[in-house]
Structure formats: C-alpha cells, structure tokens
C-alpha cells in the first residue's frame, strides 16, 4: 500500500547541534522522496528532494540519506539554528505522480 | 516568480453550508494538487490535475466534494454540504512537468472551520 510515517512525533534540540529525522515508507514504486518544511499557518515548503537510485544527497546544512534495503528516510540538519522550529514531513513521489505525505515530526530548538 | 495563490484565507459556515476554495498555481505548471490537512496530520491528497485533466481522485469524498481546473489553469474545490469533520486547511499545490525534479509548489492555504 502507499504509506509513509515517521518515528517520532516530536524532536528537541539544543541550537547548534545536529538534527536529525526519520521516516519509514512502505511503497516500492516511489521514484522521489522529498523532505517538507511547514511553518505555522504556512504551506509547506520544499528541503530536498532524493531520487529512488541514490542514497544520499546534501544541500545547504542539509543531507538526507535512503536506505531503500529497510525503506527508511532521514533528513539531517547540521547546525541546528532556531529558525529551523517548524514541523518537517517526509513525501514519497509514487509512480512518477502522486504525492503521498507522513504525518511530521515537530523539530523544537532550545537555546 | 510569483507562488501559489489561493484565497479565501479563511472561511468559518455552518454544517450543511456550502463553501469554494481558489487556486492560481504558478504559471506555466501543468499539475494541480489539493490537499486536506487536519490539524496535526500530514496533509492529504484529495484530487490531482494534469492540465484539465484528473489524474487521482481516488480520495476525494465525491458525494460532497467536487473539484475543476477549467482551461488548466485556476483550479476551485468545492464542499457541499459541508460536515464538522472538513474543518482543516485546505493546500494546494503545483508543479511543472519537467523531468528530474519532484518539487511542489504549496499555496499557503485555506483554514476552513465547520461549526
């Protein structure tokens, strides 16, 4: 079936340490993984996306990595700053079309 | 570039009401995306568009729900009669068809609330 959850609901950090979250996927057919943003009363916004034949990709303090051998997803943010509060939701792309969203992880910076 | 546009920002009716949600997406996007997103949950794909055309479905409650992307382009979501349990945003997103990217565009959404 097509469902994408993550491990945990919510996350704290201390600012400038390391994040990191997780995502578990069920669906074979999923040819992207991408990694959302959203901000209180936002839409979400786009990280990073990942292609189904990689296994790790970096962007600008961020890396996520698919191990596709137990279909799990992460999304590393170095540098934790406070900016980075928001809610962050993995997405698999299934057949090339349809967006299918877990149901976030809640990422909260301490100072 | 301009984003995603929708409107209205928020709309709070009565069970049994009837209500429309607008989108513009970007120009020049070919997919159309409207999502539900209950507060708390991961948003969920209600219908998907390529141009005018549906693509998915298969989770929009039809018998309440109807949705139309008239000369592919804007893209309205209707909700008649509306019941407590669609209070949620409602997102919409689009997306070009070109090959090698997967990112969608999200609006910033309507808040609906049923009471």
């Known amino acids: 079936g097509e469902s994408v959850g993550l491990h945990l609901p919510t996350l704290s950090v201390q600012e400038g340490d390391n994040s990191i979250i997780n995502c578990a996927y069920s669906?074979?057919?999923?040819?992207?993984f991408i990694w959302y943003k959203q901000e209180s009363g936002k839409g979400p916004q786009f990280i990073i996306d990942?292609?189904?034949?990689?296994d790790k990709r970096q962007g600008q303090r961020v890396t996520v990595l698919l191990n596709k051998t137990v279909k799990h997803l992460s999304l590393q943010i170095a540098a934790t700053q406070p900016g980075d509060s928001a809610v962050y939701f993995c997405?698999?792309?299934?057949?090339?079309?349809?967006?299918?969203f877990g149901q976030g992880t809640r990422l909260t910076i301490n100072p | 570039e301009a984003g995603v546009a929708q409107s209205p920002r928020y709309k709070i009716i009565e069970k049994r009401q009837s209500v429309a949600f607008w989108c513009n997406p970007i120009?020049?996007?070919?997919?159309l995306y409207w999502y539900q997103q209950i507060l708390g949950q991961g948003p969920k794909l209600l219908i998907q568009?390529?141009?005018?055309?549906?693509?998915?479905d298969s989770q929009l409650p039809k018998d309440r729900f109807s949705a139309e992307r008239l000369k592919g382009v804007d893209s309205t979501l209707k909700i008649q009669p509306a019941k407590l349990e669609d209070s949620a945003v409602y997102l919409c997103?689009?997306?070009?068809?070109?090959?090698?990217?997967?990112?969608?565009?999200f609006g910033q959404g309507t808040r609906l609330t049923v009471v």
């Open positions: 997103a689009s997306r070009p068809l070109r090959q090698g990217r997967a990112e969608a565009f």
């Open positions: 669906n074979s057919a999923s040819d992207y």
């Open positions: 990942i292609r189904s034949n990689m």
């Open positions: 997405a698999e792309r299934v057949r090339a079309q349809k967006l299918v």
């Open positions: 120009s020049g996007h070919a997919t």
């Open positions: 568009f390529q141009n005018n055309g549906v693509v998915d």
